[in-house]
């Protein structure tokens, strides 16, 4: 079996927030490898840093030491404009509580990282297109998020992370808002993106048995460290 | 993100939040309108002013006096003593050379006597002056009730409101009414001899000819009355109360002050002038003119240097409103402040979102740049529309206040094409800087905090 090239590489890397005169460790000197086309889950309790690790994995925060390698850059050390081109080109993000823009219909929410990659309009329409058919969602491209169910959302937040053509589709719990059913659908959307794109996905949940159902690795946090990584069947 | 999607954003943005953002951009506009109808009346009144004072004729006119003339206690002698002695009188030889100056359009004497007026039994003594035919057009005498002169060379006056009082109790009525005027004519003498003989023993100069003032009487028909004083507009310095035709005035040979110093210069026999008025074509030629003139060995005087004061005076007012109706802008200003600060607080998570899927700090401050500026675009525009509506019932209000005093309506705002544009310039500019502070804040926001928002 070949060995995959590692994509994200975590070294040490620790998030330290200061609050008054007490200071809090969010993440704790946690070093993972994560390798190209894997499903990573990382599982925890509330407080375990996992989210914040996330955070920093996918560019949007940085860590206080240690050192988040993409391709051999480290993001602790890119400029905000060159961490900004990070996540809009490498990066795709899926949140829990859906945060599609309220005002907007789906396909312009759809359509945002595309006006802000400065894709060309006449590229757009098809690519918004195809990330819609992906996730079965191009009969309600005209509506708005609140004419959408739960699990309608969270897809139209998955297509609006994928039209990009991410190389890491980042997932943070993306499942907490959603009943079990669509919850399930969700992840064997993730799952088949997976497989069909060949996409890293890097998953936060606290639900053990989600995790073990549809990642092929699963890291366990703890206080901010890493307690337990393990490879799936 | 690409100028058109920025401002596509910008645009929709401000259409959500539709109520707070056009009260926002209709605090630009009032202080936009108010800046502009400040503004547009000191412009109007500067522009009425300087029609006016052109009308009037005293900064498109030359006043010419010969050196000879007799100089009063207080003035100054002349420059040059010996020009004195040489400078000609002012007759009508001169008065056709001046005509024939480059740019100059008309050269009237300046007549003007007492008399006795008489009327329906009553004798008032009063001043005349002459008015020459361009005073038609000059707007001198707007607002006149009845006519000006039917012709140059018309037997007829135009009476003050105050002289016609005297005269009557309802001054109208007396349009189409004759009085009387009673001057002192004068007349060159026959050459008889014993005249002749009895001149050289008073004189001992041996000069043939001389002069007669006899009373005189002429009937003139009233064609107008007018409330203002229309002479202080013909170089007259005001102060008459009954206005004829200049040419009715040169045939009636009223004797002048200056009759005497004429006779005993020698030039009995042709009549000469106190002064004469040169009009130019507008008041940039008053110098050339005045040049002209004085190298023709004349005295001249014009009021030029005032109007270079009254447009220092006019600047300053233009100035002062300016300031006042920029306060109205700046209060605009710090509602945009507040507006975009208030966006911030409620569009935190959207920040978040956009900075989550790539936004660079860039793309977020000049989202709210964008927005500030259309609302100073849109305000700017409306502010314009509402200033010139302003300033238009200004000038309808103080039309029909004048109307009501029975004088002429007058045009005191006026919002020229720079004004326009530079207000909304200048709203455009002011809201960029109101928008400065919750742009970069809005830029700076931490993505993971806006995105834990709720």
Do not use: C
Not at chain 1, 133 to 149: D, F
Not at chain 2, 436 to 444: E, K, M, T
């Amino acid at each position: 079996m070949p060995i995959a090239p590692t994509l994200i590489q975590a070294e040490t890397v620790s998030r330290e927030y200061r609050l008054g005169e007490t200071v809090i460790r969010a993440v704790d000197a946690v070093s993972l490898n994560v390798e190209k086309g894997e499903f990573l889950a990382l599982l925890g309790s509330s407080g375990s840093g996992k989210s914040t690790l996330l955070s920093m994995m996918a560019g949007l925060d940085r860590p206080t030491s240690g050192a988040i390698r993409v391709r051999d850059r480290n993001l602790a050390e890119l400029e905000a404009d060159e961490l900004a081109r990070y996540r809009r080109e490498t990066v795709g993000m899926v949140f829990q509580s859906f945060n599609l823009l309220p005002r907007m219909t789906l396909e312009e929410n759809v359509e945002l990282p595309l006006r802000l990659a400065e894709v060309n309009r006449p590229d757009r329409e098809s690519r918004v297109t195809e990330a819609l058919n992906r996730v079965g969602l191009a009969a309600r491209r005209k509506h708005r998020p609140s004419e959408l169910s739960g699990g309608e959302q969270q897809r139209g937040a998955l297509a609006r992370a994928l039209v990009n053509r991410p190389a890491i589709l980042f997932a943070d719990e993306p499942t907490g808002n959603l009943d079990s059913v669509n919850g399930e659908q969700i992840l064997l959307l993730l799952r088949e993106i997976q497989g069909s794109l060949g996409m890293t996905i890097i998953m936060v949940t606290h639900e053990r048995p989600l995790a073990e159902k549809f990642a092929n690795r699963i890291a366990v946090l703890s206080d901010g460290r890493l307690v337990s990584d393990g490879v799936q069947r | 993100m690409k100028t058109r999607d920025l401002s596509e954003l910008a645009i929709r943005n401000l259409r959500e939040a539709v109520l707070r953002n056009s009260l926002t951009t209709l605090g630009v506009a009032v202080g936009v309108a108010s800046l502009v109808a400040m503004l547009s009346l000191g412009v109007g009144l500067q522009t009425l002013a300087s029609q006016r004072l052109t009308r009037s004729g005293l900064f498109d006119a030359v006043f010419v006096t010969s050196q000879r003339n007799f100089r009063g206690p207080r003035q100054s002698p002349p420059p040059d003593p010996a020009a004195k002695k040489e400078s000609p009188l002012l007759d009508e030889d001169v008065r056709q050379r001046f005509s024939k100056l480059p740019s100059v359009t008309e050269v009237y004497p300046q007549i003007r006597f007492v008399t006795d007026v008489r009327y329906a039994g009553k004798s008032e003594s009063t001043s005349v002056l002459a008015v020459p035919d361009s005073s038609r057009s000059s707007g001198s005498f707007e607002g006149i009730s009845g006519n000006f002169f039917s012709s140059p060379t018309a037997d007829e006056a135009i009476l003050q409101i105050e002289f016609a009082k005297l005269l009557s109790d309802q001054p109208p009525s007396l349009v189409g009414k004759e009085l009387t005027l009673r001057y002192a004519q004068r007349a060159a003498l026959s050459k008889d001899a014993d005249d002749d003989a009895l001149l050289d023993s008073l004189t001992g100069s041996g000069k043939p000819g001389g002069i007669s003032i006899v009373p005189h009487e002429k009937n003139l028909r009233i064609v107008g009355v007018i409330e203002s004083d229309p002479s202080a507009g013909i170089g007259g310095f005001g102060g008459a109360r009954v206005y004829v035709p200049l040419k009715t005035a040169e045939q009636l040979h009223v004797a002048q002050p200056d009759d005497l110093q004429s006779f005993m210069s020698g030039n009995s026999a042709k009549p000469t002038y106190m002064a004469l008025t040169v009009r130019v074509r507008s008041p940039k030629n008053v110098p050339q003119v005045e040049t002209a003139i004085k190298e023709l060995g004349f005295a001249t005087f014009s009021l030029l240097d005032a109007t270079k004061n009254l447009r220092l005076v006019f600047t300053v007012f233009d100035l002062f409103l300016g300031l006042f109706g920029s306060l109205a802008l700046t209060v605009a200003s710090l509602g945009i402040i507040n507006t975009l600060v208030m966006a911030i607080l409620e569009r935190r998570r959207e920040i978040g979102i956009l900075k989550a899927l790539g936004a660079t700090d860039r793309d977020v401050r000049s989202l709210f740049f964008a927005e500030a500026g259309a609302m100073g675009l849109f305000g700017g525009f409306f502010g314009v529309a509402l200033g010139w509506l302003i300033g238009s019932a200004l000038t309808w209000g103080t039309t029909i206040y004048l109307r009501r005093q029975n004088l002429p309506g007058v045009k005191i705002s006026y919002v020229p094409w720079w004004l326009a544009l530079s207000a909304i310039a200048f709203a455009v500019v002011v809201s960029l800087l109101a928008g400065l502070y919750p742009a970069s804040r809005a830029a700076r926001l931490n993505p993971v905090e806006a995105l834990r928002y709720e």
